[in-house]
């Protein structure tokens, strides 16, 4: 492996986000469990240590603790808000529950530039989120800046190379947080811009064939920018031994199974077998309208699916791998295992293996990758811009989108209603701007005017969201006209809705979806 910087993951939701900073910076980055033994680390050439940020508290005993020898490597650290914490706490500071908190937007004052700081302004606006703070500075640190609450919010003992910071540099809101990673990424460690995503192709494509062999692999295609980017790698690496299964779950969007069957079937020239499995779906989830029940039974409903298409294929051939196109969010929002302190915030139907029975291993080649890096893999990997900017769909579709209890009815409604939203965000050269676009159904009734009778009818809700990466999200300042409209097609064209709402809620604290 060529050198590279170690993340350390003490359960923070950011944790790959830094990784993913760190290879914006075309260098190589690979997370850790934070216990990692240093000699792991020291064998694999590290170049740099990055603590990360968690949700524990090192005054808590039992609080997650890093190998104390990765102290004694001779390597640059940089410790972010828990790992600041961290740090300090173990080599002699001390650490003390903050009378302030700081959660959000705070202003760092630069006493002392240093490596990490160079080239920057003396004062940045950055991201606090944290409880605690350093009191009492360990011996060999200095405080290089300060916010108002926080005297040692940046740390640093420029002798062994060991920086610490109390606020997040990797999160968008945090001003010029991308330079002050790139500072400590080749003034302090001095690494190399020389990894690339031709280089993660490379690495995926050999991996996946020594994984596989002369087996076969199902994937789950859904027609979104992740299985797709995940068949096109797959396919790259192994031909044939790909098989890909649709499945119409009765939760789709409008003519999304007719659209998938042509692009992939007759375009790609995949092996693409559409499972019909709407009402199985809809009568599973009859009169449920708990989100989290939902989204476990469409999952458990989806390994079933697989299940029975996995007994038939492999009446045909040797399949020993289920493919799937999971993505690094996926995964930190479903966290919830012994030994990480991440806290779960919602469950992911394609995350957390597969049931004994189907006797498959899970193939996962996207699960280090956010999304703007799928997009960038999908287009070296030749695939179409509609494919590759396509918006993300959640993996339970329609059914986290309905919300309450599912009906047929509500579902068409919300069919309708979303199909509009998108041809105007076409029309008005806005669906490629935004990170997603797509209407909420609410089964809340309403009282509207249409002509000269009186209508009490269901409520739409707009949810048009900016990111960069769905771990934060800010609403979207579509122009009025464009909304005007979108309601004015809505109202009109659509039996069983007579109002239209705009979502104007960031994540966080909202979610970008309701459910």
Same mark, same amino acid.
């Given at each position: ?39 792991? #680390? ?32 001779? #390597? ?75 005297p040692y919010a940046t ?86 031994q790909l098989t890909c ?53 469409i999952g458990n409903a ?86 590759? !900017? ?7 579709? #329609? ?35 935004? !990170? ?77 979806? !309701?459910?």
């Amino acid at each position: 492996m060529p050198d590279h910087i170690a993340v350390l993951d003490f359960g923070s939701q950011y944790t790959q986000v830094i990784a993913r900073r760190i290879r914006e910076a075309n260098v190589l980055s690979r997370i850790y469990p934070y216990n990692t033994q240093a000699s792991v #680390l020291k064998e694999a050439g590290v170049k740099g240590i990055i603590l990360s940020g968690g949700p524990s508290s090192v005054l808590i005993e039992g609080s997650p603790r890093p190998d104390a020898k990765v102290f004694d490597m001779g #390597l640059p650290m940089l410790g972010i808000c828990y790992g600041e914490q961290l740090m300090a706490h173990m080599l002699g500071g001390r650490v003390g529950k903050s009378e302030e908190r700081e959660f959000g937007h705070g202003t760092l004052n630069i006493a002392i530039k240093g490596k990490l700081f160079e080239g920057l302004p003396a004062t940045l606006r950055v991201w606090n989120s944290h409880g605690d703070r350093i009191e009492e500075l360990p011996a060999g640190f200095e405080a290089v800046a300060s916010t108002e609450n926080s005297p040692y919010a940046t740390i640093q003992d420029a002798q062994r190379n060991f920086y610490g910071m109390q606020f997040h540099p990797e999160v968008a809101h945090s001003e010029m947080g991308t330079e002050v990673i790139a500072n400590f990424l080749f003034k302090i460690c001095g690494c190399e811009s020389d990894w690339s995503m031709a280089n993660y192709i490379e690495e995926s494509v050999q991996k996946i064939k020594n994984t596989v062999g002369d087996q076969r692999v199902i994937l789950g295609l859904s027609g979104g920018v992740d299985s797709s980017v995940a068949a096109a790698l797959i396919h790259k690496a192994i031909g044939k031994q790909l098989t890909c299964v649709f499945v119409d779950n009765g939760l789709l969007r409008l003519h999304e199974r007719e659209q998938v069957e042509k692009l992939y079937g007759d375009h790609f020239n995949l092996d693409v077998r559409v499972a019909d499995k709407g009402k199985f779906f809809l009568d599973r989830l009859a009169g449920v309208s708990d989100p989290e029940t939902k989204r476990k039974i469409i999952g458990n409903a989806f390994v079933e699916v697989f299940d029975e298409s996995v007994t038939e294929l492999k009446e045909h051939g040797n399949y020993a791998f289920l493919a799937q196109g999971t993505l690094y969010p996926d995964v930190i929002e479903s966290i919830a295992i012994d030994g990480n302190p991440a806290a779960l915030i919602k469950s992911h139907h394609n995350v957390g293996g597969l049931p004994e029975k189907m006797n498959l291993k899970l193939l996962e080649p996207l699960r280090e990758l956010f999304k703007d890096e799928v997009r960038e893999l999908g287009s070296q990997l030749g695939l179409p811009k509609e494919v590759v !900017w396509r918006q993300p769909f959640p993996g339970p579709g #329609l059914g986290v989108r309905v919300m309450g209890d599912i009906k047929e009815q509500d579902l068409v409604v919300l069919r309708k209603a979303d199909a509009i939203l998108q041809e105007e965000m076409m029309a008005a050269d806005l669906y490629y701007k935004v !990170w997603q676009s797509f209407c909420v159904f609410l089964p809340v009734k309403t009282v509207g005017v249409m002509g000269d009778e009186r209508t009490y009818e269901n409520v739409i809700a707009l949810r048009i969201v900016e990111s960069l990466d769905a771990m934060t999200a800010d609403w979207a300042r579509v122009p009025y006209d464009v909304l005007r409209k979108v309601s004015s097609r809505i109202i009109n064209e659509v039996s069983g809705c007579n109002r239209v709402v705009l979502d104007i809620s960031s994540k966080p604290p909202s979610t970008i979806e !309701w459910e």
